[in-house]
């Protein structure tokens, strides 16, 4: 069993930063993959970011240049530094872990940007 643990949520204004971290714990070898999706009300959930086990990075377009995704290999941890934050960043975050095959998913925080 996995768990994913997500901290760091809160509310905004817009230009303001926060930073998200999601510690990982349970019975795993590795964690290939671990990043963060969003969702915002009446939307699908999306990509923001993910981290490989090498440090590899991806970002959706709307947060390149703004957030930055990091990740501790040994504490299991990875977090997400967004900055210039816009009302449009509002929305439920959600840890992400990719571990063999199986996805797995936090909770979720909320983020919330005022204009």
């Known amino acids: 069993q996995v768990q994913l643990v997500e901290s760091g949520g809160g509310l905004v204004q817009a230009g303001g930063s926060l930073r998200l971290s999601c510690a990982a714990s349970?019975?795993?070898?590795?964690?290939?993959?671990m990043g963060w999706y969003r969702q915002a009300p009446g939307k699908q959930r999306e990509l923001v970011a993910t981290?490989?086990?090498?440090?590899?990075?991806n970002y959706a377009d709307s947060v390149k240049g703004r957030f930055t995704i990091s990740r501790d290999n040994a504490k299991n941890t990875v977090y997400l530094q967004m900055n210039s934050l816009k009302p449009e960043d509002t929305a439920v975050y959600y840890c992400?872990?990719?571990?063999?095959?199986?996805?797995?998913w936090g909770q979720g925080t909320q983020v919330t940007v005022s204009s």
């Open positions: 992400y872990a990719l571990i063999r095959v199986l996805d797995h």
């Open positions: 349970g019975s795993y070898f590795s964690i290939d993959v």
């Open positions: 981290i490989t086990n090498v440090h590899w990075t």
